[in-house]
């Protein structure tokens, strides 16, 4: 394939559900040229309470679908197969890959206390990968890891504004507000959709960080360095996969994405 025609492929972007559209939202403001096939795996979702083993089994399934699709670049926008299977599916995929920032380069800008605060999946925490990245940038940050059960789970099934939701945030942002961070990062691609519960909860003393925007400008950066950016004049095309409950899917990414924008269809994995 020459490099023209191969910058004319989409872009795979994967979650386990519909978190990973908030990637998808900054990947379309940043490269609105690029054509994007978005993977959520709607069927098996959430990923975060599941073993390493089946986050890999599952990572390895999307990759190889979409590389069936002759995907350029591959976007890991979730964090908990970033955490579990990034590393490892690097040692044997031939597309490029991205797994998803962990947001930590731009939360130690803000923080004036270096006191940062990390919501994600309990699979996600169990790794450390935050407090890690974290202890080799910058020895003087402090980490708080906060592991969310049932965010995810509460987002995929639409409870954006429910009594329960609340409950849940109120939850889990008690211990960070009690260590007092000034910064946390959304560790879970799911966190920016109720971003503003989150804010009302936490008041003033919190600024969120939501490392999608990093991870986008990676993944810009990738595409201009190997030549890959779509030239074409259009605005990119974005299919949504799911692996179940299309119409549950579609309902939330149009949260975020203009409906017009983007199609979608159900799709099976293996
Ligand atoms: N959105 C994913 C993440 O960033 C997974 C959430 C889940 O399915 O538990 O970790």
Known sequence: MTIVAKAEQPIGVFDSGVGGLTVVNKLRHLLPHEDIIYVGDTKRNPYGTRTQNEILTFTEQIIAFLERRQVK????????????????????????????SRGIETARHISTENRIAVFATPLTIANHVHRDEAAQLDPSLTIVEQPCASLAALIE????????????VTADTKPV?????????????????????????????????????????????????????NGQKERGRLRLCFTAEVQRGQKLAAHLLPPHEFT???????
């Open 73 to 100: 670049l591959i976007v890991f926008a979730c964090n908990t197969a970033t955490a579990v299977a990034y590393m490892k599916m690097r040692e044997k995929t031939k597309t490029l890959l991205l797994g998803m």
């Open 157 to 168: 099934r639409g409870q954006l504004n429910t009594e329960e939701m609340r409950q849940a």
């Open 177 to 229: 507000l009690e260590a007092h961070v000034d910064t946390a990062i959304f560790g879970c691609t799911h966190y920016p959709f109720v971003q503003p519960l989150f804010e009302e909860i936490c008041g003033d003393s919190i600024v969120f960080v939501d490392p999608a925007h990093e991870t986008a400008l990676q993944a810009s950066a990738i595409l201009k360095k190997e030549g890959l950016l």
């Open 264 to 270: 979608t269809e159900e799709v099976v994995l293996s």
